[in-house]
Each structure stands twice: as C-alpha cells, then as structure tokens.
C-alpha cells in the first residue's frame, strides 16, 4: 500500500507540474507564425540539422523558416542564435548562421552563441551574457511551455513563437520527453541550483538600425559580418 500510495502520488506531482507549466504560459504563445507579435530580440533554439535517419530535421526546418520570416516581416530587428558546440564536429550555431544566410538573412542581424547546450542554459546566457531583458522565443510549440517558464524564473520578459511543425517520426518521444523535462526544470530552478555550463564576460548584443528592409532577394551587404559571442568559440565545452 505505502508502494502504491507513493507511486500514485509521484504521478499526481508529475501532472501538476506539467499543467501548472502548460497554463501559466499559455496566453504568451502565439501558434501561427503570422500571429507572433513584434519584439527586437527573437533568440532561436538550437537543434540537430538531421534526424537519425539521416533525413533533414524537420524540427530545424521550423526554427529557421520562423526566423528568417520574423527578420523579413520586420517583426525582429536580431537574432540569438544559440545552441551546442561542445565538440568541433557538431557545431548548432554555424549550422543555423548559414542556414538563415541563405534564406538572405544579413550577418549584421546575427549574433552565435556557442555555449547554449541546453534550454536553461541558452536564456541564462541571454541573460547574464548578452544582456537580454525581453525577448521572442522560437522554437516548437511543445518546447515553448518549458523555456517560457525558465524565462520567467531567470527575469526575461518573453513571449513565445511557435516555430512550423510537420508529423514526423521523432515528434512523439520529444513531446514524451518533454514532459518529463519540465519535471526536471523545477528542480533545477528551486531545488538544487542549476547553473550554466559556461558564462564569461558579459558582452551585449549590437542592435543596430538597418539600412534598408530585408528582401527576398537582397542577401547582407559586403562589410556586414555575423557577431560571435568571442568568449565561446574556443572555450564553450562544459566545465
């Protein structure tokens, strides 16, 4: 009986937190991209370009065609991409930087950030690194529970983006996943303190106005160049 009473009451917990997360954010994401609301910060999440399949990640495909219509729109003036580099093979940031640089996004509009290996991890750098106050989240709509709750205990006034979605094959574990890390996110933030992995001096973002509107078929101008975080490049591997 003690068994079962436990159990019962872990699955009772385990629901509560994901609802409690799910409805307090729920006015604050916006699930068409021509819904999103303007804002001069957008910070994207980092993901895998491919699946295990070896096929294009959909989930990718989303954040950057979120992106770079936001920058089109005129709805963000720049953009944090932020995302993992913790080995010299597998680099997030550069992959989406030339991603959105094909879609005719100006460098001058980009900032990387090599040290975001997690979602907490991202907007704590945002926060304590770039000096970012407010900020549009894009990512998923399932993902954006979770990072708008973080946002809100780290003090960064955001509202969410969802990023296009498409079934796939992966679509179901992440969301199963994600459950479970919201779960883990309230322990880190109230119980045993996470911190990032990796901070460094603080160097706020450069947002600077733009010299015309971004089109379809202009693509950045010689001199503009895309800012990395200086501090990361070569020291973003977790200590």
């Known amino acids: 009986m003690s068994l079962g009473g436990g ?5 009772l917990l385990f629901l509560a937190v994901n609802l409690w997360m799910l ?3 729920r006015s604050r994401i916006d699930l068409e991209l021509s819904q999103c609301q303007p804002e001069r910060v957008g910070i994207v999440f980092g993901t895998s370009h491919w699946t295990r399949s070896g096929a294009r990640n959909p989930h990718f495909e989303g954040r950057m065609r979120a992106a770079a219509s936001l920058v089109h729109d005129g709805r963000v003036a720049h953009l944090l991409l932020s995302g993992d580099n913790s ?10 930087w030339k991603d959105l640089r ?3 996004i100006p460098d001058a509009v980009m900032t990387l950030d090599y040290a975001g290996f ?3 991890d991202t907007l704590a750098r945002a926060r304590d690194v770039f000096a970012v106050k407010r900020a549009l989240l894009v990512t998923q709509s399932w993902h954006l529970p ?3 709750f973080i946002a809100d205990a780290l003090g960064i006034e955001a509202r969410g983006c969802a990023a296009p979605e498409r079934p796939s094959d992966s679509t179901l574990r992440l969301r199963a996943r994600e459950w479970v890390a919201r779960v883990a996110t309230l322990g880190d933030l109230y119980l045993w303190g996470r911190e990032p992995h990796f901070l460094g001096p603080m160097e706020p973002l450069e947002i600077t106005p ?5 089109s379809a078929s202009g693509a950045a101008s ?5 800012r990395e975080s200086t501090n990361d490049s070569s020291a973003s591997t977790p200590r």
């Open 222 to 226: 010689e001199d503009d160049t895309a």
């Open 87 to 96: 080995t010299r093979y597998y680099n997030e940031p550069v992959t989406m």
């Open 146 to 148: 979770r990072a708008l």
């Open 7 to 11: 159990t019962l009451l872990a699955m």
């Open 102 to 104: 094909g879609r005719n």
């Open 118 to 120: 997690s979602t907490f």
């Open 23 to 25: 409805t307090s954010t």
């Open 210 to 214: 733009r010299r015309g509107p971004v």
